[in-house]
């Protein structure tokens, strides 16, 4: 989904053919879900005014310009909008979602079937656990151009939607 039916071109170069608007899709869905900077997409669409959401740590804040309410949780559920924290959480997200459509049993059936038991190899991933040494010293110098492309774009659909 996307604002036009054009092709979309990701930040990677990879081009997305849209299937349908998203406004006028969300109209007619039950739930709308996003892991990581897909957030940003439902902020600048306007479907996170008030809300509580999730994104990756680096582009957390950013969901403040959209008038939603940034959380640090790997899973964030408000209303019939779910959202998640990095890609990796997008698991963890579809698992949430499952068991709304479907029951807790299933989504932990399916759990067990894609044999999800996730055991992190080293104590990181997150701002608020990492070294800060490992955060400030080899992630953010790496990530500031893109942060900084991400912040314009956020600040121009914010201004755009008023």
């Given at each position: 989904m996307w604002k036009t039916l054009d092709p979309v071109r990701s930040e990677h170069g990879l081009t997305i053919l849209p299937m349908a608007t998203l406004r006028r899709a969300?109209?007619?869905?039950r739930y709308v879900v996003s892991a990581c900077t897909g957030a940003l997409v439902l902020g600048a669409a306007g479907l996170l005014r008030g809300r509580r959401a999730g994104t990756h740590w680096m582009s957390r804040d950013l969901l403040r310009a959209f008038g939603a309410e940034p959380v640090a949780e790997r899973v964030v559920v408000d209303g019939n909008i779910f959202t998640g924290r990095g890609v990796t959480a997008g698991i963890d997200v579809a698992l949430a979602v499952a068991a709304e459509i479907a029951s807790r049993v299933t989504a932990e059936t399916i759990q067990l079937d894609i044999e999800y038991e996730p055991a992190l190899p080293f104590?990181?991933?997150s701002p608020e656990t990492d070294d800060p040494a490992v955060v400030l010293a080899g992630v953010l110098p790496r990530a500031e151009p893109r942060?900084?492309?991400r912040a314009e774009w956020v600040?121009?659909?914010a201004a755009t939607l008023g």
């Open positions: 969300v109209a007619a869905v104590a990181s991933g942060q900084r492309d600040a121009h659909a």
